[in-house]
């Protein structure tokens, strides 16, 4: 499941096919679409998309 933590943001990414379950070891290649919806243009050298694991009950596994 991916999880949008702040849906107001200027900022904003869409990953709809990352795989509900996935196996440790293995490599996933999931497209991502970002959105920049600012009046700023971005700079390769200064944006970065991260991500974190985390389980169900919140506790972060990355």
């Known amino acids: 499941m991916v999880t ?3 849906t107001t943001t200027d900022s904003t990414y869409y990953a709809p096919t ?3 379950k996935m196996v440790p070891g293995t490599t996933y290649t999931v497209p ?3 959105n920049n ?3 700023s243009t ?7 998309l991260t991500y974190d694991w985390t389980l169900p ?3 972060d596994v990355t």
């Open 4 to 6: 949008y933590p702040d």
């Open 18 to 20: 990352t795989p509900t």
């Open 32 to 34: 991502v679409t970002i």
């Open 37 to 39: 919806t600012t009046g």
């Open 42 to 48: 971005w700079s390769a050298s200064n944006e970065q």
């Open 57 to 59: 009950d919140g506790t």
